[in-house]
């Protein structure tokens, strides 16, 4: 009973903040108490055979799930690259696909980022910007937030002209439970620099993500 309230504490400390506070974590042995307890919470025995390594697994994909809180975004985006041979347009990583976990009842959110920005000081390699989208996803997360902190990571990281994220996502936690709205996704946009100033580079992100598919 001690560990899994001990558990609780925890999780309820863990604010999804910008940069995360180094919590004091349970131990392994501890989290896997508290697996078995919310076995027991759903109805089943954790000690019946095909349940045992159960608690096991599921402590495994938690280190998965969760392995944002080992990285901080900017750490990501260390290297930048200023031999762009001039290069000022805009880049567009579209269709970054990521798998989060609601804050609220962690249950999966899952869906596409896309990620644009005006580069000024240099670039980034390409992947690093859909690394940084799994650094935040991997987390305890709203949308919202989620959102939010790619910006400001990219921003602090680039100091681009301009950046903007658009998050299009299923919440399991809408479709599973509560009002049981199988499909709907939720949008969510963040603009800076540029794409917040002029409307028109806004609309041409828009056009870039929904317009040219030739491949
Ligand atoms: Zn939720």
């Not at 976990?101 to 000081?121: I, K, L, N, R």
């Not at 989620?146 to 479709?175: F, K, W, Y």
């Amino acid at each position: 009973m001690d560990a899994v309230v001990k558990t609780l504490s925890i999780k309820h400390m863990q604010q999804t903040v910008e940069k995360p506070k180094p919590v004091v974590r349970p131990s392994r042995e501890e989290a896997e108490a508290a697996v078995r307890t919310l076995i027991a919470w759903a109805g089943d025995d954790p000690s019946r055979e095909g349940l045992l390594d159960t608690p096991k697994r599921v402590v495994k994909a938690y280190d998965e799930f969760f392995q944002g809180y080992q990285s901080n975004g900017t750490d990501v985006l260390d290297k930048v690259f200023e031999e762009v041979a001039g290069y000022d347009d805009m880049v567009l990583v579209r269709d970054i696909p990521f798998s989060s976990h609601c804050e609220h009842h962690m249950v999966p959110f899952v869906g596409s980022a896309h990620v644009a920005y005006y580069p000024s000081e240099g670039v980034v390699g390409l992947s690093k910007l859909a690394r940084v989208v799994d650094v935040f996803a991997k987390r305890l997360q709203t949308q919202e937030t989620m959102t939010a902190q790619i910006v400001d990571a990219i921003d602090e990281a680039l100091h681009p002209r301009g950046i903007a994220v658009l998050i299009d996502a299923e919440h399991m936690c809408m479709s599973m439970r509560g009002v049981q709205k199988q499909g709907a996704s939720t949008i969510t946009t963040r603009f800076t620099g540029v794409f917040r100033d002029d409307p028109a580079e806004q609309a041409r992100f828009m056009t870039m993500l929904q317009g040219y598919r030739a491949r």
